[in-house]
């Protein structure tokens, strides 16, 4: 008998508390997902990893079966299509020729050139923060606007579009809209996005999208769709772990110490963070192409494995008193943002984001604390990504 991926949790920041329940952590389980599929879940952090390296494990959307029922904006994510470009849900040799170009773009010298103006939306996001409240409510003030603003520096969407921009990538992430209303939502983005790509290509910026869109290499419809997926991978992952990542700091004073200790402290409270409250909660999956004997279990073709990322991060043999955040530990080796060819493409990015997000706040506001009490702060148990639907704060 197979079981259903537990989602409830009794504290905001661990695994749900079903985890302890399912027992041998050495040993594939099996899963139902949301549609009825059969197929498996690895918890710990050596069959997670093992089966993220395996190439006989497909990433292809079209493969994936969702480990839960989620909201549909429009046919993307597990059982939908691949859209052209959206590299994410493509095997290698397709997925090596996007993942190259990119890399390529994505350089350090690129990254650096963002740090100032990072660093310049972090203050005026905080600027407006100081002028709204308090009390204010952290989501809409700061951890949303900030990587959305940042994705519009890496795309090169001028300023005059950019609340509009804004405004429908936040439709993107709420969970009280319809389909309907999320389907329209990512038309909107993917049709400014064909216009944005058409306008680089006549005009081009010192933006990577204009970098992408040079010469021949990559059609339209590809250009818009990695454009799309540097928005939903980049915007929502970053946003939670601003918010939750607040949350979690607020009632850890080690946590908080290290935020206003030195670089190195702030760099190590981030990737404790990552690995701590790994946002990416039902994920990730993978669908054996063929048969594959793992840990003595047959995976016959067509079976959906989800390595589960937030309990692989919990792994006792991995990380010894996994339940505690350690500024001291650095997160050493953990899977928040992958492993394999997957693994995230935005990571040095998002650091980034987060260290000088986390320094900057905390900084500025000496006194922050929540609003309300921890028990009334919205989870978004239900979500993709993991976090707090609102974060109410006052200093
Ligand atoms: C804290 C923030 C973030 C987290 C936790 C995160 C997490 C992840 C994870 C777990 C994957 C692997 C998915 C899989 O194997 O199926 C991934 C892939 C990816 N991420 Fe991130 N991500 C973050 C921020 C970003 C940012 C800022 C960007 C870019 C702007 C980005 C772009 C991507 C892309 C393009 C992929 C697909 C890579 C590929 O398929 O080769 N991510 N991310």
């Known amino acids: 008998m197979a079981d259903v991926l537990p989602t409830t949790r009794h504290h905001p920041f661990d695994p749900p508390a079903g985890l302890a329940a399912l027992g041998d952590r ?9 549609d009825g599929h059969e197929g498996w879940l690895v918890t710990s952090y ?30 993307l994510g597990p059982g939908g299509r691949t ?23 994505f350089t350090v010298r690129r990254m650096d050139r963002l740090r100032p103006r990072i660093e310049a939306i972090v203050g005026e996001r905080l600027d407006a923060m100081a002028a709204a409240g308090p009390p204010v409510d952290l989501v809409p003030e700061f951890a949303l606007p900030v990587p959305s603003l940042v994705i519009c520096e890496l795309l090169g969407v001028p300023y005059a579009d950019r609340d509009r921009f804004q405004r429908d990538s936040a439709a993107l992430l709420r969970l009280d809209v319809t ?17 944005l790509v058409r306008r680089l290509r006549a005009e081009p910026g010192e933006d990577l999208l204009s970098a992408l869109a040079a010469g021949d290499r990559l059609t339209e419809d590809e250009l818009v769709g990695i454009a799309f997926l540097l928005l939903v991978a980049g915007h929502e992952t970053t946003a939670n772990m601003l918010a939750l990542g ?14 206003r200790g030195s670089a190195e402290d702030v760099a190590a409270a981030v990737e404790e963070l990552l690995r701590y409250l790994s946002i990416v909660h039902f994920g990730v999956s993978r669908t054996a192409k063929e048969d594959v004997e793992l840990a003595g279990q047959r995976i016959r073709a067509g079976e959906c494995v989800l390595a589960w990322l937030p309990a692989a991060n919990r792994d006792p043999e991995r990380f010894p008193d996994p339940d505690r955040p350690e500024p001291a530990r650095a997160g050493a080796g953990h899977l928040a943002f992958g492993h394999g060819v997957h693994q995230c493409l935005g990571q040095q990015l998002a650091r980034m984001e987060l260290r000088i997000g986390f320094t900057a706040l905390f900084a500025r506001f000496p006194g922050l604390r929540l609003a309300v009490p921890a028990e009334e702060v919205p989870l978004r148990h239900d979500m993709g990504v993991y976090g707090v639907h609102r974060l109410p704060v006052t200093w």
Do not use: C, K, N, Q
């Open 246 to 259: 607040t949350f979690a700091a607020l009632g850890e004073p080690d946590l908080l110490a290290a935020f």
């Open 26 to 34: 050495d040993t594939p389980h099996r899963l139902r997902f949301a």
């Open 179 to 195: 389909d309907e209303v999320a389907t329209a939502a990512v038309r909107g983005l993917r049709e400014y996005l064909r216009d």
């Open 46 to 75: 050596a069959l997670a990893r093992a089966v993220l390296a395996d190439p006989r494990f497909s990433a292809r959307s079209e493969l994936r079966h969702s480990p839960v029922r989620r909201p549909r904006a429009d046919d």
């Open 83 to 105: 859209p052209p470009g959206f590299f994410i849900g493509m095997d290698p040799p397709e997925h090596t020729r996007f993942r190259r170009l990119l890399a390529g773009e």
